[in-house]
């Protein structure tokens, strides 16, 4: 079938799944590949790894509209379809990262909320690890309404840190984890409020995490924080005031270090739409750099395609509707610039991610429980 046909046919027939959506392009029509098996729940992210020459595409699935503990499905994809390749029984999964240790496949999966257990936001959140050719759970780890979970590796030690977005009270800590001697032990607890997105990343020697803090439990205008690893542990070194913030996200472009983050509202106007934040690295510390004009964002995810650099922000709700465009940004010396809106309501999350020479995006809304499969084509 030519492409143009297939673009038309799925356009006419914006609910099968398969729905045509336009992307920035690098010369020839971008378009969706149709999600074949992806059953009908509330997709939020997907994270991807290769083991032994396959390619896996796991989706963070969060609820089914009536109950959070659900599975999240493993894909199998070969650039074309997805093909379930296996189901893992969570709790309101909010995030999962795959990582390695001495040659061995772990996965650390967030998880927000437990109704199989009745444990609610004091649902544990879990370490998989493959073996078999399967991913079978081997540890669980106390978390407060985990919404996001960051790995990372200093100098010879493995890392895991979750953010706790809740358990009856926003102010709840948030959790580094280290790797010893088979499993990972509490290493550092970290005061929060309403911790909803964390991140690792560093500039040079520096190493840092960022902690988006969604809400006090009274307001939604809370400073985020940055944290600076002092060779023992990780300290404060830099408040953002944020505005709901949602999601925080981190990359390079140029050498300079970005931080963005997507605010989803504005508790003194009560308005969602209020602009999301982007900061740079000058040096000695994170400065305003840009301001992105945002309605209820609640991510940002930053990818490269065509040999450029590119955010996607979601925009979410704008407080009445969310029948709004998300956009793509690319950047440039000039710093971020939109390039295209993408018309799927109510995004939660991007993710990016690449297979073979090709970029896919993966757009997962927060209402329609129909998640998108993007293919950057150029
Ligand atoms: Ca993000």
């Not at 100098?155 to 102010?171: G, P, R, V």
């Not at 129909?370 to 950057?376: E, G, N, V």
Request: glycine content about 6%; aromatic content about 16%.
């Amino acid at each position: 079938m030519q492409l143009q046909t297939q673009v038309s046919k799925w356009k006419a027939d914006p609910f099968s799944l398969s729905s045509v959506k336009e992307l920035p392009q690098c010369g020839v029509i971008q378009y969706a590949r149709k999600i074949a098996s992806i059953p009908a729940r509330n997709d939020y992210r997907a994270e991807t790894f290769e083991i032994d020459g396959s390619f896996y595409v796991m989706v963070v699935s969060y609820n089914d509209g009536s109950k959070h503990g659900i599975d999240s499905i493993i894909y199998r994809f070969d650039g074309n379809a997805l093909e379930i390749y296996q189901s893992v029984a969570t709790n309101g999964a909010r995030d999962a990262k795959y990582f390695e240790i001495n040659g061995q496949r772990y996965l650390a999966i967030a998880q927000y909320y437990g109704d199989r257990t009745s444990l609610g936001y004091g649902v544990n959140s879990q370490i998989l690890k493959w073996r078999n050719k399967r991913f079978e759970h081997i540890q669980s780890l106390p978390t407060k309404g985990a919404y996001s979970v960051a790995h990372f590796n200093i100098e010879n030690d493995t890392f895991i840190a979750f953010a706790n977005l809740y358990d009856n009270s926003h102010s709840v800590n948030s959790h580094v984890y280290k790797w010893i001697s088979g499993q990972f032990v509490l290493f550092q607890s970290i005061p929060s409020l309403g911790a909803i997105s964390i991140k690792y990343f560093q500039i040079g020697n520096l190493q840092f995490i960022v902690i988006a803090h969604h809400y006090t439990g009274s307001t939604y205008n809370t400073d985020s924080k940055i944290y600076l690893w002092s060779g023992a542990q990780f300290e404060i070194f830099q408040s953002i005031s944020t505005f709901g913030a949602y999601d925080v996200e981190t990359f390079t472009s140029n050498q300079f270090t970005f931080i963005l983050f997507a605010n989803n509202y504005n508790q003194n106007t009560k308005s969602n739409n209020i602009d999301s934040i982007v900061y740079i690295w000058n040096g000695v510390k994170f400065e305003e750099f840009q301001s992105i004009a945002s309605k209820g964002a609640t991510d940002f995810q930053a990818f490269s395609a065509c040999d450029k650099t590119y955010v996607a922000i979601a925009n979410n709700y704008d407080g009445s509707s969310g029948e709004i465009s998300s956009v793509i940004y690319n950047v440039n010396g000039a710093g971020l610039q939109p390039y295209q809106h993408i018309t799927v309501a109510n995004i939660i999350r991007w993710s990016a991610f690449t297979y073979g020479n090709s970029t896919y995006l993966f757009a997962g809304p927060s209402t329609t429980k129909i998640s998108y499969l993007f293919k950057w084509v150029g």
